[in-house]
């Protein structure tokens, strides 16, 4: 039996944080610790060993999210994901240069918790400088043809991107990405997220 994933928590405020770990727990996961401040962040993240860590970007301290995830990225080389409140493109643009694994706005529900954590995972796994396949050699392969506004958000989605961050960036509407989600859907013959990551990781071996 696989053991659970654990997890690190960095959330300023304690009730969201133990609204997360409680989630989490009954989804199957292990909470590896919790911290509420960076200091105390910056502690754990090289004694508790996680598997992957949640980062709330804007922590009421001298350090935020992002400066604890370079330090996790110099030094520690596990996986993490953003929590915040806020989604302009200069808290994102900030927070790439981190090469996080995901990236979730609040309020969020456990769904897209869930799907943002596995998909952290698995990419985690794909080796470096492993290269994506191009949209070209993509239609060679799929049965329907992909437009390329539909091979942009399935790049987006393999960085992590959940649905409103994807309508926020392409400047359209969440139903227009449930849209364009459900056509990728169908023409790669898959149901979720996690299975448009793992066939585009098939196709680009």
Same mark, same amino acid.
């Given at each position: 039996? %696989?053991?659970?994933?654990?997890?690190?928590? !960095?959330?300023?405020?304690?009730?969201?944080?133990?609204?997360?770990?409680? +989630?989490?727990?009954?989804?199957?996961? %292990?909470?590896? &610790?919790?911290? *509420?401040?960076?200091?105390? #962040?910056?502690?754990?993240?090289? #004694?508790?060993?996680?598997?992957?860590?949640?980062?709330?970007?804007?922590?009421? +301290?001298?350090?935020? &999210?992002?400066?604890?995830?370079?330090?996790?990225?110099?030094?520690?080389?596990?996986?993490?994901?953003?929590?915040?409140?806020?989604? =302009?493109?200069?808290?994102?643009?900030?927070? $790439?240069?981190?090469?996080?694994?995901?990236?979730? !706005?609040?309020?969020?529900?456990?769904?897209?918790?869930?799907?943002?954590?596995?998909?952290?995972?698995?990419? *985690? =796994?794909?080796?470096?400088?492993?290269?994506?396949?191009?949209?070209?050699?993509?239609? $060679?392969? +799929?049965?329907?043809?992909?437009?390329?506004?539909?091979?942009?958000?399935?790049?987006? !989605?393999? =960085?992590?991107?959940?649905?409103?961050?994807?309508? %926020?960036?392409?400047? !359209?509407?969440?139903?227009?990405?449930?849209?364009?989600?459900?056509?990728?859907?169908? $023409?790669?013959?898959?149901?979720?997220?996690?299975?448009?990551?793992?066939?585009?990781?098939?196709?680009?071996?």
């Amino acid at each position: 039996m %696989e053991k659970p994933k654990r997890i690190l928590i !960095v959330e300023d405020d304690p009730l969201i944080a133990e609204d997360i770990a409680e +989630s989490l727990k009954e989804i199957g996961y %292990e909470i590896a &610790g919790m911290a *509420y401040d960076a200091e105390e #962040a910056l502690s754990l993240v090289g #004694a508790v060993n996680p598997d992957i860590a949640i980062l709330d970007i804007n922590l009421d +301290s001298d350090k935020d &999210g992002i400066q604890i995830a370079d330090h996790i990225q110099k030094n520690q080389k596990f996986p993490f994901i953003f929590l915040t409140s806020y989604a =302009d493109r200069a808290t994102i643009e900030r927070a $790439k240069h981190t090469r996080p694994m995901g990236y979730i !706005v609040k309020p969020f529900d456990e769904r897209d918790l869930f799907t943002a954590l596995e998909i952290a995972l698995f990419n *985690y =796994d794909i080796p470096q400088g492993q290269k994506i396949i191009t949209l070209e050699e993509l239609n $060679k392969k +799929s049965t329907a043809q992909l437009t390329p506004k539909e091979y942009e958000i399935i790049l987006q !989605v393999m =960085d992590g991107l959940a649905n409103k961050q994807l309508a %926020e960036t392409n400047f !359209v509407s969440l139903n227009t990405i449930k849209t364009h989600l459900k056509n990728i859907y169908d $023409k790669l013959g898959v149901n979720s997220r996690t299975q448009v990551i793992a066939k585009m990781r098939d196709y680009s071996n």
